[in-house]
């Protein structure tokens, strides 16, 4: 098993997986102890872990990993799994993150995407029970995972019959095959448990071999996590001196984990806190004191947990106000009723009965929350922050006015105190929905001011989130779109690209919003890959405006594709269908495509009142009944697709007001160079007075569609990368010979690759190293890249640059090269000086043809820059010397022929050929 660990190390992910017993904690250790590769261990001790205690315990074993130590509590999972890969990929050599006992789907989910980020070299070890959130088929299918399972952790006849002879005992056939290789029933049965009904059994009975005064100190333990003998002290201080070395030769399940530190099995925890719990008040008492290491230790979920159990309600409230507020920031509601919820019987203080209220209104029991929070209003303990989220619970109702007017008691209750910013969402909301849009922006500017007198940029990011929402109602398109930016490349900035994808998404609505269509698709697309697929209301939204971005772009049967899809993530998500625009949208769409009474069957699902002026533009497209000219609001749309359709339907009646209108509206409409898309507009104009403003397709201006990364190669000489003409800097020399092959070749598996830089070389030295140059190439190419870009993907057994790239290597195109210099200079791999000899002699062919082509005076410089190539290269001195003739400079040619000349004799012993000499003139060869 250990060679099959060792081995491995092509995966990025290897799993242990079965039930209690089989050794897989063990095994993790033993294999950390052995490998020379570096480790770093974590085991899960309960379900209130999650990514950011994994992270921070992992890196605070790796030096160069320190940094990850004490993140902002509030960072989402997706920036942990790539912060972490992302600084294991600057590391020299590869690590093995270990985390022992993963029980939890949420966290196994999560570690499965960090394996998916970790580089070439490095690797994830997991244990567990199951593999559910991992995606064990579809990384086997891919070869991408290395699973042990109870087939491979079992001991096999041969292995059951040596461990039961090294240890003195002996099995009947029956039950042998009922224990099946299990190992811990095995070890246990060796030593004299033979009643195996129950698995409890096995472990009671090799208890009861134990002495007397052991047997009777060894339940004080369970509690704890981990046995050493410090702790052990503290909750058994009658325990043998030799504890230890007894139950290790007991056979009994304990795993070593090196310095002094030994991890007890769950089967064995079970029995001795059965045991324990025979006398309630010395249980009571040993959780206390196990308690208090935990907390010594930093583990303070589990410290809160065993107070409780103790019966220190005090203690596990006080440890509670400091956990609950870390469970808030990253959005954990369900933990914290799991810690808050048994501890109801005690008086909590009032700021931690609505942290629990809250997470009850966000976990489906929205009643009992909102009833906690109501009763500490009654009881006038309701903090300014319990007003806040009493206030937004109001807000969902429906209930505006009362959310005012909570959020702003909420205000006043603040005092001289500390502002509290959560109170800012309320009011900020309940007044937009009352149309109070200046005391909506007072409160907002408020809110910035407040944010940036401190140091915490992600209150910043919301502050600015918060006064785009307002500008959204009170300012146009283009300067709603200002604070959202700010906001975005602050959380970019944090490497929190979920809620910058957000915002990202309000921009590109915004944009369409304005008419600005370009590359509005291709950034949706590209937004699809950074959010994961769980998150079904933003991608609903997502995929609504690429709907929109296709329509406009002429791409209905796309557009069709994505909002269908859009609708589905739309009832997924529960969402208010009517309040998406998704029902007109899809209209759209269909009449586009000339399908009306599909198209009037979603515009009759659509509630007019939402968006009105887009319905009854859509109703007259589809109807041909006139647009309303009196009606002002038809003119003033917020959108300007529909504001535009709106000025020339009213156009097309013939009134010229109307039509200079719409003239007007035609020069500043960004829309306007998207119209001869516009198919439905356009069977509604044809044979109209407005038929005539519509804009031909061809004088249409050309649309992109959307970002292009160009990555150029100049590999004659130095080698320069640029990308976008931006220089990248690749600071590994193997690495820059590893892009050169990759770009020439197109693709290679690792052992082509490694062949080819290391000449032929099966040394795990070169392929470790070869891991490190993928790594480093990765990371400078995607320095100037989009995050959810990889450039050097790895795919079906081989490496290639990402076919998003525009790849451009200066010696794939003859053309203006500068081949006075040689290809990849200093680097003297076969591959390399093979391709360098190429290049030699295809700058031989193109400068020769090339002089053959031009001018005499144009042909001299290009036959001496051939003979600083080849000096012995005959065509180019005889070039030469009929250049220098033709341009009226004898003396230079018969200088060139004396070179010429004593070229031959040096190099061939031999005299000028007779054929070229008589072409020349006589006076020249005298």
Request: aromatic residues 4%; charged residues 25%; proline residues 5%.
């Given at each position: 098993?250990?060679?099959?660990?060792?081995?491995a190390?092509?995966?990025?992910?290897?799993?242990?997986?079965a039930?209690?017993?089989?050794?897989?904690?063990t095994?993790?250790?033993?294999?950390?102890?052995?490998?020379?590769?570096?480790?770093?261990?974590?085991?899960?001790?309960?379900?209130?872990?999650?990514?950011?205690?994994?992270?921070?315990?992992?890196?605070?074993?790796?030096?160069?990993?320190?940094?990850?130590?004490?993140?902002?509590?509030?960072?989402p999972?997706?920036?942990?799994?790539?912060?972490?890969?992302g600084?294991?990929?600057?590391?020299?050599?590869g690590?093995?993150?270990?985390?022992?006992?993963?029980?939890?789907?949420?966290?196994?989910?999560?570690?499965?995407?960090?394996?998916?980020?970790?580089?070439?070299?490095?690797?994830?070890?997991?244990?567990g029970?199951?593999?559910?959130?991992?995606?064990?088929?579809?990384?086997?299918?891919?070869?991408?995972?290395?699973?042990?399972?109870?087939?491979?952790?079992?001991f096999?006849?041969?292995?059951?019959?040596?461990?039961?002879?090294?240890?003195?005992?002996?099995?009947?056939?029956?039950?042998?095959r009922?224990?099946?290789?299990?190992?811990?029933g095995?070890?246990?049965?060796?030593?004299?448990?033979?009643?195996?009904?129950?698995?409890?059994?096995?472990?009671?009975?090799?208890?009861?071999?134990?002495?007397?005064?052991?047997?009777?100190?060894l339940?004080?333990?369970?509690?704890?996590?981990?046995?050493?003998?410090?702790?052990?002290?503290?909750?058994?201080?009658?325990?043998?001196?030799?504890?230890?070395?007894?139950?290790?030769?007991?056979?009994?399940?304990?795993?070593?984990?090196?310095?002094g530190?030994?991890?007890?099995?769950?089967?064995?925890?079970?029995?001795?806190?059965?045991?324990?719990?025979?006398?309630?008040a010395?249980a009571?008492?040993?959780?206390?004191?196990?308690a208090?290491v935990?907390?010594?230790?930093?583990?303070?979920?589990?410290?809160?947990q065993?107070?409780?159990?103790?019966?220190?309600?005090?203690?596990?409230?006080?440890?509670?106000?400091?956990?609950?507020p870390r469970?808030?920031d990253?959005g954990?509601?369900?933990?914290?009723?799991?810690?808050?919820?048994?501890?109801?019987?005690?008086p909590?203080?009032?700021?931690?009965?609505?942290?629990?209220?809250?997470?009850?209104?966000?976990?489906g029991?929205?009643?009992?929350?909102?009833?906690?929070?109501q009763?500490?209003?009654?009881?006038?303990?309701?903090?300014?922050?319990?007003?806040?989220?009493?206030?937004?619970?109001?807000?969902?109702?429906?209930?505006?006015?009362?959310?005012?007017?909570?959020?702003?008691?909420?205000?006043?209750r603040?005092?001289?105190?500390?502002p509290?910013?959560?109170?800012?969402?309320?009011?900020?909301?309940?007044?937009?929905?009352?149309?109070?849009?200046?005391?909506?922006?007072?409160?907002?500017?408020r809110?910035?001011?407040?944010?940036?007198?401190?140091?915490?940029?992600?209150?910043?990011?919301?502050a600015?989130?918060?006064?785009?929402?307002?500008?959204?109602?009170?300012?146009?398109?283009?300067?709603?779109t200002?604070?959202?930016?700010r906001?975005?490349?602050?959380?970019?900035?944090?490497?929190w690209?979920?809620?910058?994808?957000?915002?990202?998404?309000?921009?590109?609505?915004?944009?369409?919003?304005?008419g600005?269509?370009?590359?509005?698709?291709?950034?949706?697309?590209?937004?699809?890959?950074?959010?994961?697929?769980?998150?079904?209301?933003?991608?609903?939204r997502?995929?609504?405006?690429?709907?929109?971005?296709?329509?406009?772009?002429?791409?209905?049967?796309?557009?069709e594709?994505?909002?269908?899809?859009a609708?589905?993530?739309?009832?997924?998500?529960?969402?208010?269908?009517?309040?998406?625009g998704?029902?007109?949208?899809?209209?759209?769409?269909?009449?586009?495509?000339?399908?009306?009474a599909?198209?009037?069957?979603?515009?009759?699902?659509?509630?007019?009142?939402?968006?009105?002026?887009?319905?009854?533009?859509?109703?007259?497209?589809?109807?041909?009944e006139?647009?309303n000219?009196?009606?002002?609001?038809?003119?003033?749309?917020?959108?300007?697709?529909?504001?535009?359709?709106?000025?020339?339907?009213?156009?097309?009646q013939?009134?010229?007001?109307?039509?200079?209108?719409?003239?007007?509206e035609?020069?500043?409409?960004p829309h306007?160079?998207?119209?001869?898309?516009?198919?439905?507009?356009?069977?509604?104009?044809?044979?109209?007075?407005?038929?005539?403003?519509?804009?031909?397709?061809?004088?249409?201006p050309?649309?992109?569609?959307?970002?292009?990364?160009?990555?150029?190669?100049?590999?004659?000489?130095?080698?320069?990368?640029?990308l976008?003409?931006?220089?990248?800097?690749?600071?590994?020399?193997?690495?820059?010979?590893?892009?050169?092959?990759l770009a020439?070749?197109?693709?290679?598996?690792?052992?082509?690759?490694?062949?080819?830089?290391?000449?032929?070389?099966?040394?795990?030295?070169?392929?470790?190293?070869?891991?490190?140059?993928?790594?480093?190439?990765?990371?400078?190419?995607?320095?100037?890249l989009?995050?959810?870009?990889?450039?050097?993907?790895?795919?079906?057994?081989?490496?290639?640059?990402?076919?998003?790239?525009?790849?451009?290597?200066?010696v794939?195109?003859t053309?203006?090269?500068?081949?006075?210099?040689?290809?990849?200079?200093?680097?003297?791999?076969?591959?390399?000086?093979?391709?360098?000899?190429r290049?030699?002699q295809?700058?031989?062919?193109?400068?020769?043809?090339?002089?053959?082509?031009?001018?005499?005076d144009?042909?001299?410089?290009?036959?001496?820059?051939?003979?600083?190539?080849?000096?012995?290269?005959?065509?180019?001195?005889?070039?030469?010397?009929?250049?220098?003739?033709?341009?009226?400079?004898p003396?230079?040619?018969?200088?060139?022929?004396?070179?010429?000349?004593?070229?031959?004799?040096?190099?061939?012993?031999?005299p000028?050929?007779?054929?070229?000499?008589?072409?020349?003139?006589?006076?020249?060869t005298?």
């Open positions: 098993m250990l060679s099959r660990l060792a081995e190390v092509d995966v990025c992910l290897v799993v242990l997986v039930p209690s017993g089989y050794g897989k904690t095994l993790l250790a033993q294999y950390a102890r052995s490998t020379p590769r570096r480790v770093a261990w974590c085991r899960i001790g309960g379900v209130h872990e999650g990514a950011g205690d994994v992270v921070s315990r992992l890196a605070g074993q790796l030096p160069e990993l320190h940094a990850l130590r004490d993140l902002d509590v509030r960072t999972e997706e920036v942990l799994a790539r912060r972490l890969a600084q294991l990929g600057t590391m020299e050599e690590v093995d993150l270990i985390v022992d006992n993963v029980e939890d789907e949420r966290l196994a989910r999560w570690l499965g995407g960090l394996a998916d980020r970790l580089e070439e070299g490095h690797r994830l070890l997991l244990s029970h199951s593999t559910e959130g991992l995606r064990v088929a579809h990384r086997l299918a891919e070869g991408r995972v290395l699973l042990l399972d109870t087939d491979d952790l079992a096999d006849s041969e292995e059951t019959q040596a461990y039961l002879e090294g240890r003195g005992g002996t099995l009947s056939e029956e039950q042998l009922s224990l099946a290789g299990w190992p811990t095995l070890a246990l049965s060796a030593n004299g448990a033979h009643r195996h009904a129950e698995v409890d059994d096995l472990v009671l009975e090799a208890l009861q071999s134990l002495p007397t005064d052991l047997l009777a100190g339940p004080h333990l369970s509690p704890l996590e981990l046995w050493n003998e410090g702790d052990a002290a503290l909750l058994s201080p009658r325990l043998p001196a030799d504890w230890l070395r007894t139950l290790l030769k007991a056979g009994l399940p304990l795993s070593p984990l090196g310095g530190m030994y991890q007890p099995h769950q089967l064995l925890v079970q029995v001795l806190d059965r045991l324990l719990q025979r006398d309630p010395l009571r008492s040993c959780r206390a004191l196990a208090g935990a907390e010594a230790a930093g583990s303070l979920e589990r410290a809160a065993l107070y409780r159990q103790a019966g220190e309600l005090p203690d596990a409230v006080r440890l509670a106000t400091v956990l609950v469970y808030r990253r954990e509601h369900r933990l914290t009723r799991a810690l808050l919820e048994p501890l109801v019987e005690v909590l203080p009032a700021a931690l009965q609505e942290r629990l209220a809250w997470a009850q209104i966000e976990t029991r929205s009643r009992e929350g909102e009833g906690r929070l009763a500490l209003r009654d009881e006038n303990r309701l903090t300014p922050a319990g007003f806040a989220s009493l206030a937004t619970v109001r807000g969902r109702q429906g209930h505006y006015a009362e959310q005012l007017a909570l959020a702003q008691e909420g205000l006043a603040t005092g001289d105190g500390p509290v910013p959560a109170l800012s969402w309320p009011l900020v909301f309940g007044s937009l929905r009352l149309g109070l849009l200046e005391q909506a922006e007072e409160t907002a500017s809110f910035i001011t407040l944010a940036a007198q401190g140091e915490d940029p992600v209150r910043l990011a919301e600015w989130q918060l006064q785009a929402t307002v500008w959204r109602h009170t300012r146009p398109a283009a300067e709603a200002v604070p959202l930016h906001a975005r490349r602050i959380y970019e900035e944090l490497g690209h979920g809620r910058a994808a957000d915002l990202h998404l309000d921009e590109l609505e915004l944009a369409l919003r304005n600005e269509t370009e590359g509005a698709a291709a950034h949706l697309r590209a937004l699809e890959s950074v959010v994961g697929a769980e998150r079904t209301v933003f991608h609903a997502r995929l609504r405006l690429l709907g929109t971005a296709e329509r406009r772009a002429g791409q209905s049967g796309q557009a594709t994505s909002l269908l899809r609708l589905e993530a739309t009832r997924a998500a529960e969402l208010n269908l009517e309040q998406t998704l029902p007109l949208e899809l209209a759209d769409t269909l009449l586009q495509q000339a399908r009306p599909e198209a009037a069957a979603w515009l009759q699902a659509a509630c007019p009142g939402t968006h009105r002026v887009r319905h009854a533009v859509l109703k007259a497209l589809m109807t041909g006139d647009l000219a009196v009606d002002p609001a038809h003119l003033n749309s917020s959108d300007a697709e529909t504001r535009l359709r709106a000025h020339l339907l009213l156009a097309a013939g009134d010229p007001a109307q039509r200079s209108l719409a003239q007007d035609l020069r500043r409409n306007a160079s998207h119209l001869h898309a516009d198919s439905a507009l356009n069977r509604a104009l044809r044979g109209t007075p407005a038929e005539d403003l519509l804009i031909p397709e061809e004088q249409a050309a649309v992109k569609s959307g970002p292009e990364w160009h990555l150029t190669l100049l590999t004659l000489g130095d080698l320069q990368v640029h976008n003409g931006q220089p990248v800097q690749i600071g590994l020399a193997k690495a820059r010979e590893l892009l050169v092959w020439i070749h197109g693709s290679g598996s690792r052992d082509e690759l490694v062949t080819a830089l290391w000449d032929g070389s099966a040394e795990e030295r070169h392929v470790e190293y070869f891991r490190v140059a993928v790594r480093r190439l990765r990371s400078a190419l995607k320095s100037s989009p995050v959810d870009l990889d450039p050097l993907p790895y795919a079906a057994g081989r490496y290639r640059l990402s076919p998003a790239l525009h790849v451009e290597v200066d794939l195109s053309a203006g090269l500068d081949w006075s210099r040689p290809f990849l200079p200093g680097v003297d791999t076969e591959w390399a000086q093979d391709y360098r000899s290049t030699a295809q700058a031989v062919t193109a400068l020769l043809s090339q002089a053959a082509a031009t001018t005499p144009g042909a001299v410089p290009l036959y001496r820059q051939l003979l600083t190539l080849d000096p012995l290269l005959a065509p180019a001195h005889e070039g030469l010397i009929r250049a220098l003739l033709a341009t009226g400079d003396e230079g040619a018969r200088l060139a022929l004396g070179t010429y000349r004593r070229m031959l004799a040096s190099e061939y012993g031999a000028l050929p007779d054929i070229f000499m008589d072409s020349l003139p006589a006076t020249l005298v």
